[in-house]
């Protein structure tokens, strides 16, 4: 490369700053957007520690973009820039999809996992344009980008993705039926169960599950009733948007939990102020009794030395293993179509789940949508299908016996 290339190339490195600006005195744009995450966690009365590290990983999509493209930082961005960007995640290529199993600093590894679908593709652009816009409200850029560029619709939740009754009974029945040759495998089957079930029976996120301890899990006494139930509190570390919420538990949920706790040597139900992970990992960590360290495993399963999963990405992982040995039944059965729809199930699909069955069950909207961590009742709704069946009731009364109806 030429020097005079070379320095073209640095120019189109180097931040475009206005001063003065509100970062002070920063190296370069992600020196800048540390000190807006800085301020993201500490100030914003809806942002909880998922939002930020939400914000990280795409922080850190768009950073390798740049590294590897050799564009110009997001200071010097024209409304060119932002479409290279968005064509890019539209059309991911190949070198950008991380390889298999590779962790960060790894080689091949990438924070790209997957091609990014529409949603996400969206989230992300959502994300440079907030960071753009804190940059432009500091005084950081003098123009933004993107203030011409129609800001993308929020999701909109599809109440498709969401198992149905009969195929989670036969996940939970094809998970029973595998073979559980050991202690280990026995104890990662009940884990799995457990997180399946939980997920399903409190409609809780993947992130929140990850981030709770055993001590979320708690009982609580009505005055009136006397009586005592068994709950779960989602503090506000973990809820998104900074929201602590309390969810009572299911029999169904119960039960798994203490089948699970049983498992891996733990009294059956958790006690008060227990540090455990809520969702522990089969394999075990250092531990030190007195003034020696426990290294054989046996002993340190003997002490409840267990690791902890702490991470969606790994509850996701959990969830998709649940699914497989029932894909897999469907398939030997011929039932083709009933396996690709079940092998796309994620936690937010049992998200889904719980939120459609308990509507449909009768339970309170307002109760729902707390339940579920929703600020809107019109996110709720969603699941309730219910301007499809106005509808469909407008035509039965208008014209009845014009619809097509199912079998």
Request: charged residues 25%; glycine residues 6%.
């Amino acid at each position: 490369m030429s020097e005079h290339a070379m320095i073209v190339q640095a120019a189109a490195r180097a931040p475009a700053r206005v001063e003065p600006h509100l970062f002070g005195n920063v190296a370069d744009d992600w020196a800048a957007a540390e000190i807006w995450l800085a301020e993201v966690a500490d100030n914003s009365r809806n942002a909880s520690q998922e939002t930020v590290a939400t914000y990280r990983f795409h922080l850190a999509k768009l950073r390798w973009y740049l590294d590897q493209a050799g564009g110009r930082m997001p200071s010097q961005w024209t409304i060119e820039d932002v479409k290279a960007f968005r064509d890019f995640l539209a059309d991911l290529p190949a070198y950008a999809l991380s390889r298999k199993g590779a962790r960060l600093g790894e080689d091949g590894y990438t924070p790209f996992r997957v091609r990014p679908a529409a949603s996400s593709q969206a989230d992300i652009i959502r994300f440079v344009r907030a960071m753009l816009s804190a940059f432009h409200a500091a005084g950081y850029i003098r123009i933004h980008p993107m203030a011409l560029t129609r800001s993308a619709k929020p999701r909109r939740v599809d109440v498709t993705r969401s198992v149905p009754e009969d195929m989670y009974a036969l996940i939970l029945d094809c998970m029973a039926a595998q073979l559980h040759a050991n202690q280990g495998r026995y104890q990662r089957y009940l884990r799995d169960r457990f997180v399946l079930v939980w997920l399903r029976e409190t409609g809780i996120r993947a992130s929140e599950l990850a981030g709770a301890r055993m001590d979320a899990v708690y009982r609580l006494s009505d005055p009136k009733t006397l009586r005592t139930y068994w709950m779960m509190r989602v503090d506000e570390a973990h809820g998104k948007g900074a929201r602590a919420r309390t969810i009572p538990l299911t029999k169904e949920a119960l039960d798994a939990l203490m089948a699970y706790r049983t498992a891996f040597g733990l009294a059956a139900l958790p006690a008060l102020g227990e540090q455990y992970a809520l969702v522990l990992s089969t394999k075990t960590v250092a531990v030190a009794i007195g003034a020696g360290q426990v290294k054989a495993t046996a002993d340190r399963r003997y002490f409840g030395a267990w690791g902890a999963v702490t991470t969606r990405q790994a509850i996701f992982k959990i969830v998709k293993g649940c699914v497989q040995s029932a894909v897999d039944y469907l398939q030997d059965q011929g039932q083709f179509d009933e396996a690709i729809q079940l092998r796309k199930t994620s936690p937010h699909w049992m998200r889904h789940t719980f939120a459609k069955g308990a509507l449909l069950q009768g339970h309170d909207l307002r109760q729902v949508a707390t339940a579920l961590g929703h600020t809107s009742l019109d996110t709720t709704m969603t699941y309730t299908e219910q301007d499809a069946l106005d509808q469909i009731r407008a035509w039965e009364q208008n014209r009845p016996g014009t619809l097509a109806e199912g079998q």
